[in-house]
T-cell receptor, first 116, second 111 residues
Framework: KAGVTQTPRYLIKTRGQQVTLSCSPI?????VSWYQQTPGQGLQFLFE???????NKGNFPGRFSGRQFSNSRSEMNVSTLELGDSALYLC???????????????FGSGTQLSVL | KQEVTQIPAALSVPEGENLVLNCSFT??????LQWFRQDPGKGLTSLLL?????REQTSGRLNASLDKSSGRSTLYIAASQPGDSATYLC??????????FGTGTLLAVQP
């Protein structure tokens, strides 16, 4: 069974540009979550999608958005990039059918975004 | 607001030693506590998940315990090996499936 796949692996952008990151979950998993990892703030929750609906959202500005498609693949978009958006963006999938269910999260290798 | 702390921030041990990593959380109303491993430049690998009703979970040389009343979890690694070298992260899970992560413990096992 293929794991969580994130593309691209590395990305370099300049301030003011926008970027789209992609995540393909494990087959059969309908929940996809996104996390941002930086040396200063650690891992922070961005949002979670389940069955094409955003179910939970972290404390990030509206420049950060996402969506999920009918095949459970998810994309996240960051508009008007800032230097502080440089981070490792991790996607995780789970077969969580409902909130609060105790299921493991399976993470992808991440997309390393550098904003110059 | 849930806050998760991990001590120590870094640890270096000789091969074969048993070790304990600590995780503390401020809000005891958690649904689960998970331990992850992260290798440099890589994603996270789930090690153990302890449900709120459980006290411990074991997988091979790993044992994780949970004490909700004191807001603590520990990860015990027996007979450490150089391949165990990585960053270990604990995360508290709540009702919304959002995980609150600790800052991690960087473990180096010296051959």
């Amino acid at each position: 069974k293929a794991g969580v796949t994130q593309t691209p692996r590395y990305l370099i952008k300049t301030r003011g540009q926008q970027v789209t990151l992609s995540c393909s979950p494990i087959s059969g998993h309908r929940s996809v979550s996104w996390y941002q990892q930086t040396p200063g703030q650690g891992l922070q929750f961005l949002f979670e999608y389940f069955s094409e609906t955003q179910r939970n959202k972290g404390n990030f500005p509206g420049r950060f958005s996402g969506r999920q498609f009918s095949n459970s693949r998810s994309e996240m978009n960051v508009s008007t990039l800032e230097l502080g958006d440089s981070a490792l963006y991790l996607c995780a999938s789970s077969s969580i059918p409902r909130q609060g269910t105790n299921e493991k999260l399976f993470f992808g290798s991440g997309t390393q975004l550098s904003v110059l | 607001k849930q806050e998760v702390t991990q001590i120590p921030a870094a640890l270096s041990v000789p091969e074969g030693e048993n070790l304990v990593l600590n995780c503390s959380f401020t809000d005891s109303a958690i649904y689960n506590l998970q331990w992850f491993r992260q290798d440099p430049g890589k994603g996270l690998t789930s090690l153990l998940l302890i449900q709120s009703s459980q006290r411990e979970q074991t997988s091979g040389r790993l044992n994780a315990s949970l004490d909700k009343s004191s807001g603590r979890s520990t990860l015990y690694i027996a007979a450490s090996q150089p391949g165990d070298s990585a960053t270990y992260l604990c995360a508290a899970g709540g009702a919304t499936n959002k995980l609150i992560f600790g800052t991690g413990t960087l473990l180096a096992v010296q051959p």
